[in-house]
């Protein structure tokens, strides 16, 4: 098909408008402030990393960033919410695995779907590790697999619920080393509790969630995750060193907006992102309980939500666990 010279200038006149559109858009936003949707309650962890990454972005960005807390549902009124709002940059999610990566294998009917949304950036990656009470006979993960394996389903294992990051994390664990465990559901934070009094004797979490207490003795991590030692706890090994390999459990947390959102202000708000990430403040804070910012760029986080799908989605078929929204 042969295009007029008139055609090759109207098309090129065309791409450069829309170019030119993206720059001003890009340079205009935000003019009024932006809301960041977490699904979790106050006071949570999430919600005090929320608003430490709100009031970063308010200082890059000239513009008031706040935290809209909508907790509730598994999670899934915030993160519904937020996938119906206006795709314009003044909405957004702070999204975590649960939401982009299991949810939606979990539940039977679920209000939105990954794909509702755009990635922004992976603001943090933490990883995970495995700790006992201190009246656990096992002084490594390798130890705690040959009791399971002698005892199968009587360790109690703490979880924060059903089809939880824990329970999950531990359901992974499980499966690669043959192991059962006897999961316990609790609310909010009392699994600690539980685990702290001896009414269980193992937890599978979030690296940063146990720290303060692996520090002060109360309890024993038996490894941790990732192919080398955490600089917090050299003298604890890696599942990887210890032959339990492909256990590459990590928790993080990034910023979403709802699909459709113009990729001018995608890459404004990644580049936000990326600058306070590479803050000392802000890597500091991270390190001191055992994590680091990201900062990546929406390209790199869209790939890395696909790669954790593909991790998590057997674990959750592997579990036969079925949920149903109340």
């Known amino acids: 098909m042969m295009i007029s010279r008139r055609q090759a200038l109207g098309a090129g006149a065309g791409m450069l408008l829309t170019s030119l559109a993206g720059k001003s858009l890009a340079e205009d936003y935000p003019n009024k402030p932006v809301r960041i949707i977490v699904a979790n309650p106050p006071g949570s962890g999430l919600d005090a990393d929320s608003r430490f990454w709100a009031a970063g972005l308010a200082s890059l960005l000239g513009q008031s960033v706040f935290v809209d807390n909508r907790p509730g549902g598994a999670t899934t009124i915030g993160t519904s919410l937020a996938a119906k709002a206006p795709a314009d940059g003044y909405t957004l999610l702070l999204g975590i695995p649960s939401s982009l990566c299991y949810m939606s294998e979990l539940y039977t009917k679920l209000p939105y779907q990954p794909s ?53 994390l531990g359901e992974w664990f499980g499966a690669i080393t043959g192991t059962r465990y006897q999961f316990v559901p ?12 001896g009414e269980t004797q193992v ?21 941790v995750t990732g192919r080398t030692r955490h600089p917090l706890l050299p003298n604890v090994p ?12 990590s928790t993080w947390f990034g910023l979403l907006a709802p699909a459709g959102t113009p990729k001018p202000v995608l890459d404004k708000l990644a580049g936000a992102c990326a600058t306070l990430a590479r803050k000392p403040e802000v890597v500091q804070r991270y390190h001191d309980y055992g994590g680091e910012p990201v900062g990546s760029t929406p390209a790199e986080f869209s790939a890395y939500i ?13 579990s036969g666990i079925k949920l149903e929204l109340g």
């Open 238 to 249: 890696t599942c990887e060193e210890l032959g339990i390999a492909n256990y590459d459990a």
């Open 116 to 168: 509702d949304f755009d990635a922004i950036s992976q603001l943090t990656a933490l990883r995970s590790v495995i700790v006992a009470h201190p009246s656990l006979p096992a002084s490594t993960a390798t130890d705690l697999v040959a009791l399971a394996k002698a005892k199968p389903g009587t360790i109690p294992a703490g979880t924060v619920g059903v089809g939880t990051f824990q329970h999950l």
């Open 186 to 197: 609790y609310n909010t934070t009392s699994p600690y509790a539980a685990l702290l009094a």
């Open 306 to 318: 696909r790669a954790e799908r593909a991790k998590w989605i057997p674990v959750v078929k592997r």
């Open 203 to 223: 937890m599978f979490d979030a690296l940063a969630a146990s720290m303060s207490n692996i520090r002060a003795g109360k309890l024993k991590a038996l490894a």
